[in-house]
């Protein structure tokens, strides 16, 4: 099988979406598959990655989009490979929204397969496109779980708390910088990951007197976020919406408690513990109510998990399993220009850009 990669974006250090990939193309490649991974550098589509894919794309079996912005599967389905597969690994309550809402149905509407990271986010894709259903499918997030737990963690003497994620509006730091302010002189925060809101973090800490107690330590490989997470007491994962909740199971696989934003990713994600393991609060609450529930969170004895955690060998395994189900499928000519003009056309009309609640 030759398969295909289209990745959104690649960094020095690899965030979510770049590990999802390498250890995708890792598996695959395990199993036998051509992979070849391919980026449009800074640009959501870039023509030489568009011009490559149209000349190129007969010799895949598979085209397989990853992306935060449905451009880029739009992109590669006007390419006309014959099979995409498209994996938004963006909240879908963003990706219906203005501005991303038409480009989106339009790639769900002409990929042969979409592949949703939790069973909540693929019900709401399903909602909004019912003609799609069909073609959506689940395919979790993996985690290093023998690497995160073989690790060993740096020194520290007081009281770690971490959160591990992009700096942007949406995962709420903020909160969990506010809540520092209602605990301890003993707790301190590390912040994993980088993005267009750390300098206002930073003042906002320095507003609240906390800037001694939080620290940014920005994008960090993946055996320095299994470290970080084997060093913190605990897990904060305070975003408004997720695709899927990845922090929640990488703070379980370390044995660590995690206090989480009550959202149907997260609730999906600690279905692997017993009750206790997780504690939730509100996505509007008070940063006094995650501090009490971090204090609280500390005095619980972490439940085992009640089934396995999904391993990257289960995300390749499910991969997989989609991919043989498209390769039955007759190659279709793509989105060629008069059958996105026809689509665009129903959408002008309404039959499927109603804004989405969520």
């Known amino acids: 099988m030759n398969v295909a990669l289209v990745a959104a974006r690649s960094t020095p250090y690899p965030g979510a979406l770049e590990r999802h990939v390498r250890e995708l193309a890792r598996g695959l490649a395990h199993h036998g598959a051509a992979v070849e991974v391919l980026t449009p550098g800074q640009?959501?589509?870039?023509?030489?990655?568009f011009e490559h894919l149209r000349h190129a794309a007969r010799s895949f079996d598979v085209v397989h989009v990853h992306c935060t912005h449905p451009l880029l599967a739009l992109a590669a389905v006007r390419a006309h490979p014959g099979r995409v597969v498209f994996s938004p690994l963006a909240p879908i309550e963003r990706l219906l929204r203005w501005p991303y809402g038409r480009a989106t149905r339009a790639a769900v509407h002409f990929a042969t397969a979409t592949t949703c990271m939790s069973r909540s986010q693929a019900a709401l894709l399903c909602r909004a496109l019912p003609t799609a259903a069909n073609r959506v499918r689940v395919v979790p997030a993996g985690v290093d779980l023998g690497a995160i737990r073989g690790t060993s963690p740096y020194p520290t003497v007081g009281t770690l708390v971490l959160t591990v994620g992009r700096l942007v509006r949406h995962k709420r730091v903020d909160r969990a910088i506010a809540a520092m302010a209602g605990l301890v002189p003993a707790f301190e925060l590390v912040v994993v990951g980088d993005g267009p809101a750390r300098r206002r973090l930073k003042a906002f800490a320095a507003d609240l007197q906390v800037s001694a107690r939080v620290s940014f330590v920005g994008h960090v490989s993946d055996a320095d976020l299994h470290r970080w997470l084997k060093t913190a007491r605990l897990v904060v994962a305070l975003s408004q919406h997720e695709a899927f909740g990845l922090q929640v199971l990488e703070g379980l696989s370390a044995g660590r408690p995690v206090v989480a934003s009550d959202?149907?990713?997260?609730?999906?994600?600690?279905?692997?513990?017993?009750?206790?393991?997780?504690?939730?609060?509100?996505?509007?609450?008070?940063?006094?109510?995650?501090?009490?529930?971090?204090?609280?969170?500390?005095?619980?004895?972490?439940?085992?998990?009640?089934?396995?955690?999904?391993?990257?060998?289960d995300v390749v395994d499910r991969t997989l399993a989609v991919y043989d189900e498209v390769m039955r499928r007759p190659r279709v000519n793509g989105a060629g220009p008069t059958r996105f003009a026809r689509h665009r056309r129903l959408d002008d009309r309404g039959r499927s850009g109603a804004p989405i609640e969520g």
Not at 43 to 49: G, M, Q, V, W
Not at 292 to 307: F, V, Y
């Open 43 to 49: 640009h959501a589509a870039a023509p030489a990655l």
């Open 263 to 313: 959202i149907p990713a997260h609730r999906e994600a600690a279905e692997y513990v017993a009750d206790g393991g997780v504690t939730f609060v509100s996505p509007e609450g008070s940063p006094l109510e995650v501090a009490d529930a971090i204090r609280s969170a500390l005095d619980i004895s972490m439940p085992p998990p009640i089934r396995p955690l999904p391993s990257w060998a």
